[in-house]
């Protein structure tokens, strides 16, 4: 009998340690964002020729727990214009329902000349997409663009230096959506790092400033809206058959309440008089 009461007093234990890890906050499309057909979790804007697709929730390297530290977000661009477009780390902005608003933050230290560097083994899918020179120690099979480009010392110093030991991972490094040049007809998909949003519900606003490779103009702002959701808001993701039953802790903690109380009588019954 105290084998079954301790057996199901850690299966209570286990049951409301799930419950709390359900109750953490992600990120979805807002009801006003153009869905992805099949996958919701996925977000779809245009503008200007160029679409781009953000999906939450699709981590899957070191560590488990990103999502818990930093804001990953799974980014397609589709060059559907007659211009290259630059992608840069600070045209990707995103702004939590407090108002306050972050640009990706970049995964690699380059800014600075003589820095040693590991080649990466990426697994970021691309085509026409051309590097920025300063990454071709990191990615050595990869083509470069000659063309011009600004480069911003004070924006990698200020935000490389938010990552903290032992973050940014190889797999982040490796997944990461790289900085570079998207040519007409051109793709490329990747993961961006954004800081961890503060709020726990709310509009979140995910935006690219679309900008012309040569010119340096801007060619439009795609913005796509977000939410963060409580999962308790959230729709049970189980099947019905598969669903937990209503207060179940109630009838756990009385189940468990019965053994012991059971158990307590037996044993007082066996105590010498």
Same mark, same amino acid.
């Given at each position: 009998?105290?084998?079954?009461?301790?057996?199901?007093?850690?299966?209570?234990?286990?049951?409301?340690?799930?419950?709390?890890?359900?109750?953490?906050?992600?990120?979805?499309?807002?009801?006003?964002?153009?869905?992805?057909?099949?996958?919701?979790?996925?977000?779809?804007?245009?503008?200007?020729?160029?679409?781009?697709?953000?999906?939450?929730?699709?981590?899957?390297?070191?560590?488990?727990?990103?999502?818990?530290?930093?804001?990953?977000?799974?980014?397609?661009?589709?060059?559907?214009?007659?211009?290259?477009?630059?992608?840069?780390?600070?045209?990707?902005?995103?702004?939590?329902?407090?108002?306050?608003?972050?640009?990706?933050?970049?995964?690699?230290?380059?800014?600075?000349?003589?820095?040693?560097?590991?080649?990466?083994?990426?697994?970021?899918?691309?085509?026409?997409?051309?590097?920025?020179?300063?990454?071709?120690?990191?990615?050595?099979?990869?083509?470069?663009?000659?063309?011009?480009?600004?480069?911003?010392?004070?924006?990698?110093?200020?935000?490389?230096?938010?990552?903290?030991?032992?973050?940014?991972?190889?797999?982040?490094?490796?997944?990461?959506?790289?900085?570079?040049?998207?040519?007409?007809?051109?793709?490329?998909?990747?993961?961006?790092?954004?800081?961890?949003? !503060?709020?726990?519900?709310?509009?979140?606003?995910?935006?690219?400033?679309?900008?012309?490779?040569?010119?340096?103009?801007?060619?439009?702002?795609? !913005?796509?809206?977000?939410?963060?959701?409580?999962?308790?808001?959230?729709?049970?993701?189980?099947?019905?058959?598969?669903?937990?039953?209503?207060?179940?802790?109630?009838?756990?903690?009385?189940?468990?309440?019965?053994?012991?109380?059971?158990?307590?009588?037996?044993?007082?019954?066996?105590?010498?008089?």
């Amino acid at each position: 009998m105290h084998a079954i009461c301790e057996t199901r007093s850690r299966f209570l234990a286990i049951f409301f340690l799930v419950a709390g890890c359900a109750h953490t906050p992600r990120l979805v499309p807002a009801p006003d964002a153009q869905r992805l057909a099949g996958d919701p979790e996925g977000a779809v804007a245009s503008a200007a020729g160029v679409q781009v697709t953000v999906r939450s929730r699709a981590w899957k390297g070191v560590p488990r727990d990103l999502e818990s530290i930093v804001t990953p977000l799974y980014v397609t661009v589709e060059n559907g214009s007659h211009a290259a477009i630059r992608i840069r780390y600070r045209d990707f902005t995103l702004t939590g329902p407090d108002g306050l608003q972050s640009g990706a933050i970049p995964p690699l230290q380059i800014q600075r000349p003589g820095t040693q560097t590991v080649a990466l083994v990426p697994t970021f899918p691309g085509d026409r997409f051309l590097l920025l020179r300063p990454y071709g120690p990191w990615y050595p099979a990869y083509p470069l663009w000659d063309g011009p480009f600004d480069w911003d010392p004070v924006f990698y110093d200020q935000f490389y230096a938010s990552w903290e030991p032992p973050l940014p991972t190889p797999d982040m490094l490796n997944q990461a959506l790289p900085e570079g040049v998207l040519q007409p007809g051109g793709h490329v998909t990747g993961f961006l790092y954004f800081h961890k949003l !503060r709020a726990s519900e709310g509009r979140v606003i995910f935006a690219q400033d679309v900008i012309e490779a040569e010119t340096r103009e801007r060619l439009a702002t795609i !913005r796509i809206p977000l939410m963060m959701q409580s999962a308790a808001s959230a729709p049970s993701p189980l099947p019905p058959r598969f669903a937990p039953p209503s207060a179940p802790w109630t009838r756990l903690a009385s189940s468990i309440r019965a053994c012991c109380s059971t158990e307590v009588l037996a044993g007082a019954g066996d105590q010498p008089r």
